[in-house]
């Protein structure tokens, strides 16, 4: 046994670590989670998918007992708890394990399609279902766990349904290096320009953008107003009235989703400016931007790749051949799942659990137990269960200052990206371990010479612009066309900034992060995981962004 | 399949034989690895072929169009225009029983068309008068130019797993196992020895597989323009079986009614291609140094 060296603790960040929890080896997730959350969500968003993937392991009798999760200072922080068990047992349950996830490969876009997307959609009808103003108060309690019990289910189909589908696509990429050779990035050609929840959502805007310019009327509002204004605008004439009605039809099906994960940020159809701003982009675009056509041109070039593939592989023995196809269907299935799950769970989910605990923000501040609606995302579960049924019953407003106080005093310092005990060494290769590598990328090379940065290639391609750092989504107003957006991480919504940037630059992820794969849809350069960016890069700067190789170089 | 040749059938002369015909059996025409395989084209599926036999070491243009025509025979047997094929040569004293003359000439793998085949064959005869040949032969005591030189014309099965097989332990001497090595892709990075091959042990009686052990099979053999090209196995493929159990005991049947009717114990080169099993190779096995067999 190798004795190891707990990671140094910030002295300015105290952690209080304790017994078994010392022992696990904590990092930072600052792919999902860049700055600090709120405490419901830290119970709710930031822990439900580690209850949810510690389902998953047990499913696929994976060689990890769980993962688990703490908030330290309102950071979020991610442990995988392996089993206890001999090097030769965790051998044989490593493979046990890796038969589980691959017979799960076979049938994975049937298994979405007819058993997984079925059951969440109706979890989502159940959590919806609720008049949540005209409830009592007991029906609100009631429908909170309810609501909160649902949410933990989903996140166990959401890891059910996304390991199987990142290992395919991991594996595929494996594959098809073994056969076909060339650079990692090849393989994600074939898996590209497939239709899923995020094209059908630019579809459909798309198509809306198409009505508007059928308006003059509209068609100024669009144009002009700022996109806060628009919706009032609209309601001055019959045209734009009737228009309104044609985008509540798309928020009402696609609005559910916000500009980053968590709670605390409002819905589509709470504050559809980010929608508007892409709509009134669409209204300047001439037909031939149509994005299906950008769609089509993914999807053709995806069937040339995969045709010379099947042809590179004629002479190679049929079960090849078969493995072939059927991984190719699998990280093709894999990638449509790694893209809708986003827009069901992840947000849409995640905007129903909002919209009750809103509602009993909103109890609250009538009955005076908290200052403001939004306060309640400072409360504990358990405190929301006790003031459910009765809003008034007990003054939480204490508690909210004093909570909101903690996190204000670690708002500016810097999180220790890892806690606890690092390993004795790297973990034994498997699809697991090369899944998660491709997802969360490796540690970021140390940077050798000023000015260069280097992460994993993400999207291939090559070029020079200026840089434009974006924190929030509220930030993007400022992305202006061929700039380069630099950015901690990129939340699905963030999707139709890809349309506008030039190239993509991350601190956090790797090849099969969101950012990496939102890139490649469309077809610009990217480099993830490369640690520093945000924090080296300033606005204007310079960049010369390389795909291929992953580099990033500060040129001016 | 029948003899295309409409040439007499004198021991002087120039002569087509396909595998299977009754002429091809006799090793004083066609050598003995391509007579013991027409002979077993009598027991189970061999790639269909053809043997040019000619006298002395020097190839007749006049056969070319024989050879033409029996290419173009050979492409509708398999199916399609231009088949593959493997040019091999085969001494007409090569393969007794006293001397194994694997490898000793060259071997044409993976030529299309029939003017590649026509080269691949003149190619073969040159051999014949290759140093390294002649002197194999002066040191087996042997002619120095042989009496008759037959060059084995056929089909290269696109394998997708290849394997050995012998029908007594060449290692132990074991009569009653059967022991089969097999591996992904064509048979030569097994002959070749740059992959380990997955290897199972099958009792004659009764055909109870006995043994096996799964290989890590890094490297295959596979087809390519103009010849072979051995390529890395995609690494989750290299630890799963080239074969299943029913072709493992359907190989050993084959060793063992092989055995039978050559009276000993033979190895085996076999393909095997979608659902088909093909016989590439049948000889005695000359090296069973611990034969504990009653003679």
């Not at chain 1, 998660?436 to 992460?455: I, Y």
């Not at chain 2, 409409?6 to 690895?33: C, H, I, N, S």
């Not at chain 2, 055909?207 to 390519?224: C, H, Q």
């Not at chain 2, 016989?279 to 504990?292: A, F, K, V």
């Amino acid at each position: 046994m190798t004795l190891t060296q707990a990671a140094p603790l910030a002295p300015d960040f105290p952690v209080d670590l304790q017994d078994v929890d010392a022992q696990h080896f904590w990092q930072q997730d600052r792919m999902h989670f860049p700055g600090q959350v709120l405490p419901l969500d830290g119970e709710l968003m930031a822990s439900a998918p580690g209850r949810g993937m510690t389902h998953a392991f047990r499913v696929y009798e994976a060689p990890i007992e769980a993962m688990r999760v703490r908030i330290e200072h309102g950071y979020v922080y991610n442990a995988m708890v392996g089993v206890q068990a001999s090097p030769a047992e965790l051998e044989e349950l490593g493979r046990r394990s890796e038969e589980a996830v691959m017979g799960a490969l076979g049938r994975l876009g049937e298994r979405w399609d007819t058993e997984w997307l079925p059951a969440i959609r109706r979890h989502l009808q159940v959590m919806g279902a609720l008049d949540l103003p005209r409830a009592s108060g007991a029906a609100l309690a009631a429908h909170l766990d309810e609501v909160v019990a649902r949410y933990d289910r989903l996140w166990q189909l959401h890891m059910i349904a996304v390991l199987p589908s990142y290992l395919a696509m991991s594996e595929f990429e494996d594959f098809y290096r073994d056969v076909v050779g060339g650079q990692a990035l090849d393989a994600y050609r074939l898996l590209q320009g497939i239709p899923s929840k995020t094209t059908e959502v630019a579809a459909d805007l798309w198509r809306l953008s198409r009505v508007a310019l059928g308006s003059a009327e509209v068609t100024s509002v669009l144009s002009t107003a700022a996109s806060g204004d628009v919706p009032a605008l609209l309601e001055r004439s019959p045209e734009g009235r009737a228009f309104r009605v044609r985008l509540d039809e798309h928020l009402r099906r696609y609005g559910h989703r916000s500009a980053t994960w968590g709670l605390g940020s409002p819905s589509f159809i709470e504050d559809p400016a980010p929608v508007i701003k892409v709509l009134a982009d669409y209204v300047g675009q001439p037909d031939a931007a149509d994005p299906a056509e950008d769609l089509a041109r993914l999807a053709a070039d995806r069937e040339q790749a995969v045709a010379d593939a099947r042809e590179r592989l004629r002479p190679y023995p049929a079960a090849v051949r078969a493995q072939f196809d059927a991984l190719l269907a699998a990280a093709q299935a894999g990638a449509v799942i790694s893209e809708d799950h986003n827009f069901w769970i992840d947000f849409y989910a995640t905007d129903l659990v909002r919209q009750v605990v809103l509602e009993l923000g909103r109890r609250c501040a009538d009955a005076r137990t908290l200052s403001h609606p939004h306060d309640v995302l400072y409360l504990t579960l358990d405190e929301l269960r006790a003031a459910a049924p009765a809003p008034a019953a007990a003054d939480l407003r204490a508690v909210v200052v004093r909570r909101r106080a903690d996190l204000q005093a670690y708002a500016a310092v810097p999180a220790p990206p890892v806690l606890g005990t690092p390993p004795a060494g790297p973990p034994p290769d498997s699809p697991f371990t090369r899944l998660t590598a491709k997802f969360w990328g490796t540690s970021p090379q140390a940077p050798t010479e000023p000015g260069v940065l280097r992460g994993a290639g993400g999207s291939r391609g090559a070029l020079t612009g200026p840089a434009r750092v974006v924190r929030a989504l509220a930030d993007t107003e400022r992305l202006r066309p061929g700039e380069i957006l630099v950015a901690e991480t990129t939340a699905p919504p963030w999707t139709p900034l890809f349309a506008i940037a030039a190239a993509v630059v991350t601190d956090t992820g790797g090849i099969l992060s969101h950012s990496a794969v939102v890139a490649r849809e469309y077809a610009i350069p990217a480099v993830v995981g490369t640690g520093l960016a945000t924090a080296t890069i300033r606005d204007g700067d310079l960049l010369e962004v390389d795909g291929d190789t992953g580099i990033v170089r500060i040129v001016g | 399949m029948r003899s295309l040749a409409a040439l007499p059938a004198a021991a002087d002369v120039a002569e087509l034989l396909w595998l299977g015909d009754e002429r091809a059996g006799d090793p004083a025409l066609t050598g003995g690895k391509a007579a013991n395989l027409s002979r077993s084209a009598a027991v189970h599926d061999v790639p269909p072929g053809f043997v040019l036999t000619v006298p002395g070491a020097t190839l007749p243009r006049e056969l070319r169009r024989a050879l033409s025509a029996a290419y173009r025979r050979l492409g509708e047997l398999v199916g399609t225009d231009a088949p593959p094929v493997a040019v091999r040569s085969s001494a007409v004293d090569e393969d007794g029983l006293q001397a194994s003359f694997a490898g000793q000439h060259d071997t044409f793998l993976n030529v299309s068309g029939a003017e590649a085949v026509w080269w691949a064959v003149a190619r073969c005869f040159a051999s014949f008068g290759a140093q390294r040949a002649l002197d194999y032969r002066r040191d087996r005591g042997l002619a120095e130019a042989p009496e008759r030189v037959a060059v084995l014309v056929q089909w290269l099965v696109p394998a997708d797993a290849s394997g050995v097989v012998f029908s007594a332990d060449p290692v132990s001497g074991d009569r009653d196992e059967v022991v089969i090595n097999a591996s992904w892709g064509l048979g030569e990075s097994i002959v070749g020895g740059t992959v380990t091959p997955d290897s199972w042990r099958v009792a004659h009686d009764g055909l109870v597989i006995r043994g096996r052990v799964v290989a890590d099979k890094r490297r295959m053999t596979i087809a390519a323009p103009g010849g072979t090209r051995e390529v890395p196995v995609p690494g989750r493929m290299s630890r799963l079986p080239a074969l299943d159990d029913a072709q493992v005991r359907r190989a050993a049947a084959l060793a063992v009614a092989l055995e039978r009717r050559m009276g000993r114990p033979v190895d085996l080169e076999l393909a095997w291609a979608g659902d088909d099993l093909f016989l590439l190779q049948c000889r005695p096995i000359t090296t069973l140094h611990h034969d504990r067999s009653p003679r």
